[in-house]
């Protein structure tokens, strides 16, 4: 097992018993983290499941919400995505700001390479990476605009004030509006917000080489990738917020709710001219996101920091702490086949239609069992 301090080359990291870190973790962020991943990890797959032998409107409710839009709109399950973007930009505040206190910008500069570069190569090979040719890698993806988004967001966190980052944030955002709205697609015209004959859907078909996740154009693509740093950037100042010791806690909190709830209003306002669509991640769309990223943010450090409700969280934390573990273990392993073994068979069969339920939920617990195990003997992958 390999040991490092919290600015060498990422691996995976076993913390020795009774160690503690001078910079304190915010609990109510890993419970936020992992409950973003709860959604991912199974248990919109037990909602799925129950939806085949119960189609109650409330069941309907939530299996609708639990499936992404096909093209504009919005749904619990496509806000996923971005508040885990959002994430990433309140968690960079902490670290780097650590890093560069104790050993300098350069050193946070070389954080920000090597995490990036080795995210973006773990996003190459999570989706296949060379096995089946160069033809068939994907560039961009969801691991990878991860990494994008850090290493964008971290250099301009380590390099501009807040005053600077604001500026960057709107240029991104009302910049990638201007190419949308402006720029014409041969043969189309400009203005055009329809999947395949959009300007960003252009770009990826034009520039974006190899494998691209639905047909010639990716929901990850070249030019959406700009506003998803919006995102990360908003996570930013939320961060900062945070980490202020000259606003009182419940300031804070209170902050998050107006930013939140402007963010929605704002994003739905701007969606009626530039639709709320989640595959070319439009500025519309990033104000909305980030609205509730921060709704959900100042909810969990209520609870959690605030009023110390922290057991119910407890789980989320075991999630939240090796997030990108548990991502990846669900990728290398067949947790659905693991699961059958255990409860396949004549026990699913005694369930009747809810045999698929069961096993969903002995994936969602296996989960929980596993991130736990982790958690307790202080193994986490950090990236």
Not at 83 to 103: D, P, Q
Not at 246 to 259: E, R
Not at 340 to 361: D, M
Request: aromatic share 16%; glycine share 10%; charged share 15%.
């Amino acid at each position: 097992m390999n040991r490092m301090s919290n600015t060498d080359t990422p691996v995976i990291l076993r913390k020795p018993k009774g160690a503690t870190s001078t910079t304190p973790r915010l609990m109510s962020l890993d419970a936020l983290r992992g409950f973003d991943m709860f959604w991912i990890v199974g248990t919109e797959e037990i909602v799925h499941a129950l939806h085949k032998t119960n189609t109650s409107g409330f069941v309907n409710f939530l299996t609708a919400q639990l499936d992404h839009k096909t093209w504009e709109g919005v749904t619990f399950y496509d806000l996923i995505f971005p508040l885990f973007v959002f994430i990433v930009g309140v968690s960079l505040v902490f670290s780097l700001s650590k890093t560069m206190a104790e050993c300098g910008r350069a050193a946070a500069y070389k954080r920000i390479f090597w995490r990036s570069a080795l995210l973006y190569l773990i996003g190459i090979f999570y989706y296949g990476g060379f096995a089946d040719g160069v033809e068939k890698i994907r560039l961009m993806g969801v691991l990878q605009r991860l990494a994008l988004c850090y290493f964008s967001a971290g250099l301009l966190f380590c390099t501009f004030r807040l005053r600077g980052m604001i500026i960057a944030c709107v240029t991104l955002l009302v910049g990638y509006w201007a190419l949308m709205t402006f720029v014409p697609v041969p043969g189309v015209g400009a203005g055009n917000f329809q999947e395949g004959t959009n300007f960003a859907n252009y770009v990826d078909k034009q520039y974006l080489p190899w494998r691209k996740w639905d047909g010639d154009h990716d929901p990850e693509g070249l030019l959406s990738t700009l506003p998803a740093i919006a995102t990360c950037l908003l996570g930013v100042f939320a961060g900062l917020l945070l980490k202020s010791k000259t606003v009182y806690d419940q300031t804070k909190v209170n902050w998050l709710l107006v930013a939140g709830i402007a963010g929605v209003a704002l994003g739905f306002l701007w969606g009626l001219q530039f639709p709320v669509i989640k595959k070319i991640w439009t500025s519309s769309y990033v104000l909305v996101a980030a609205g509730y990223g921060c709704i959900m943010l100042a909810i969990f450090y209520q609870l959690i920091d605030i009023w110390g409700y922290r057991k119910w969280a407890v789980p989320f934390v075991w999630i939240g702490t090796n997030a990108i573990t548990i991502y990846l273990a669900h990728n290398l392993i067949d947790v659905e086949k693991l699961a059958n073994r255990f409860v396949g068979g004549p026990i699913k069969s005694s369930f009747g239609n809810y045999g698929e339920v069961l096993v969903t939920a002995v994936v969602v617990a296996m989960t929980f069992f596993f991130v736990r195990f982790l958690y307790h003997r202080k193994i986490f992958l950090r990236l």
